[in-house]
């Protein structure tokens, strides 16, 4: 069955240490997006692609980078980690259209000390 | 932006009532989502909506595009319904991605 996976589930990290969280799907989708959720704030879009080498930012895009290389992984980089960006974060996929469903990974948790 | 309220915030019902959860949103969209979210869990699609009304099993989920207003729905509600309910709106343009409530918590006790 196709899927979206997310790895690691869980990170510790230190402050100002690059991270990078995996998101890979076997839907063969065009369109992914990472998210962030945090209390008080809910689910909030940090980068999306369209497509393989197409790379655009969301709500809360600063620093984070993505890059799409190919149509199953789209990796979310924390260049320099901080203690704000210490939260759950859900990578997902769409088909391409405007009413399709959006499938969601199951999250990592991410701690930055 | 389209700003996304969800009411009630929290929700606390006995097993077997009807359950509501309202969504409301500020500017037109293609699609509306409703997810449900387990402590600790992942996202899970319910539905997506662009008009008129769905029904899975004991879920209904109705939108009415004119006055920007959807609800869900839980008939003869259980324990297992307990999760968080998030509602998230696909705008037309600008940003693809979706914007999101805040989610209604509820705890549905036997």
């Known amino acids: 069955d196709a899927e979206i996976t997310q790895s690691p589930r869980h990170k510790i990290t230190e402050t100002g240490r690059q991270v990078t969280l995996a998101c890979h799907q076997t839907w063969n989708h065009n369109n992914m997006f990472w998210y962030r959720q945090d209390l008080g704030h809910g689910l909030r879009l940090i980068h999306y692609s369209y497509g393989v080498q197409d790379t655009n930012k969301g709500e809360v895009s600063d620093g984070y980078s993505v890059s799409r290389s190919n149509t199953e992984d789209l990796p979310l980089t924390l260049e320099s980690a901080a203690s704000s960006q210490t939260s759950v974060y859900f990578c997902?996929?769409?088909?391409?259209?405007?009413?399709?469903?959006?499938?969601f990974g199951p999250g990592t948790r991410l701690t930055v000390l | 932006k389209n700003e996304v309220e969800q009411s009630p915030q929290n929700l606390t019902a006995q097993e077997g009532e009807f359950i509501t959860i309202n969504c409301s949103y500020s500017?037109?969209?293609?699609?509306l989502h409703w997810l449900q979210q387990h402590p600790g869990g992942g996202i899970v699609s319910l539905f997506m909506l662009s008009s008129g009304k769905k029904k899975h099993g004991r879920l209904i989920a109705t939108i009415n595009i004119q006055e920007k207003h959807s609800s869900l729905h839980i008939t003869a509600s259980h324990p297992r319904d307990s999760a968080v309910y998030i509602c998230a709106v696909r705008s037309g343009g600008g940003a693809d991605g979706l914007t999101f409530g805040k989610g209604t918590h509820l705890i549905i006790q036997p």
């Open positions: 500017v037109g969209i293609s699609a």
């Open positions: 997902a996929s769409r088909a391409g259209g405007s009413t399709n469903e959006q499938f």
